[in-house]
């Protein structure tokens, strides 16, 4: 039977000052004493599983009530942490364009690794040694990799600390890469002045399998939550592809790239909501995983920088504008 027990919430985190209109001297020391608190909270919360200064055999282990109304000699063991990118940085205390499993330059962020040319994982024994040491040194050395100065809770607990975030779907996927891909769709559906037939198709789709009806185009949105994207997945890339369609010669590798990202990143998501996998699975996701950066930088051309989001605001605050006089309108009607 489930189980309401299967999460039980152990302690409530600090929410953290923001730093707004500070110099930046400021904003530092802000930031280094929030690492602080937030280790200090976690040492509490998660001391029983860190390492004895002289541990036995027993060291750890403890009687606990089982299901079948039996006691067992139990040892608990921190094995994952679900988070969002920000989150998993102030956790571990690493610079926010820093990858958390693996020590991957910020240059190569985003592109294709194969398999068998996996970069080095982080090693936090060396951060732990490091921090402890606190010499400026080994401060240095710390800025080398990327590193807040520090102590931190998890490099004090017997595991991978590279391994305690998990990935999951909707951090990564549904408000992580869907929502990247959204916007990189949005804008270069604009730049190739298609926006108009993509927002007429976005607001075609029927309520069909429990398909929520669509009363706004996308840029009417202003956030997107999990259940949203998860639902919008279903025809994204029906609509990309009617809105592509009637292009000229020149424009039709261009368009069928973005086609094929769009597909490709879609199969990956579709193949991650799997409760299982087969060596078969999993090569046919390293497959769209693979397709989606080949065809990818087709799409990265109409990113949004600065001046492109302001733009795409101003739009929005537009059509909302345009929308509600419209609704007043006809009601007059």
């Not at 261009?254 to 990143?265: D, P, Q, S, V």
């Not at 087969?278 to 693979?290: F, G, K, N, V």
């Not at 051309?301 to 600065?306: C, D, E, I, M």
């Amino acid at each position: 039977m489930p189980s309401t027990h299967s999460v039980v919430m152990v302690a409530l985190l600090p929410i953290l000052i923001k730093n707004r209109n500070i110099p930046q001297k400021r904003v530092d020391e802000q930031q280094q004493t929030n690492r602080e608190v937030l280790n200090e909270v976690l040492w509490r919360v998660l001391h029983p599983l860190t390492f004895k200064p002289n541990p036995t055999a027993e060291s750890g282990y403890f009687n606990v009530l089982c299901a079948d109304g039996n006691f067992r000699r139990c040892k608990p063991v921190l094995a994952a942490w679900l988070a969002d990118w920000p989150e998993y940085s102030d956790l571990h205390h690493l610079e926010r364009h820093v990858f958390f499993w693996c020590e991957c330059p910020k240059n190569k962020l985003g592109d294709y690794v194969p398999p068998d040319k996996q970069h080095p994982q982080e090693d936090h024994n060396l951060y732990r040694t490091l921090s402890d040491a606190n010499p400026k040194a080994a401060d240095a050395e710390l800025s080398s990799h990327h590193v807040h100065r520090g102590f931190n809770v998890f490099r004090h607990i017997p595991c991978i600390v590279s391994d305690l975030p998990k990935p999951d779907l909707l951090h990564t996927m549904q408000i992580g890469m869907l929502d990247h891909l959204q916007n990189w769709i949005f804008h270069f559906m604009n730049t190739h002045e298609r926006l108009d037939k993509y927002n007429a198709i976005w607001l075609s789709v029927p309520a069909y399998h429990n398909l929520t009806p669509k009363n706004k185009s996308y840029e009417e949105v202003s956030q997107w939550n999990g259940k949203e994207m998860k639902e919008m997945s279903r025809y994204l890339l029906g609509v990309v592809t009617q809105s592509l369609q009637g292009r000229s010669p020149a424009q039709r590798p261009i368009f069928n790239c973005a086609i094929e990202c769009t597909r490709a990143l879609l199969e990956f998501y579709m193949y991650a909501q799997y409760k299982s996998y087969d060596d078969a699975i999993l090569s046919y996701m390293e497959d769209a995983l693979h397709r989606f950066h080949t065809f990818k930088d087709i799409v990265l051309l109409g990113r949004a920088g600065k001046k492109a989001k302001a733009k795409a605001n101003a739009l929005r605050t537009e059509l909302i504008k345009k929308r509600k006089v419209d609704e007043e309108t006809n009601a007059d009607s």
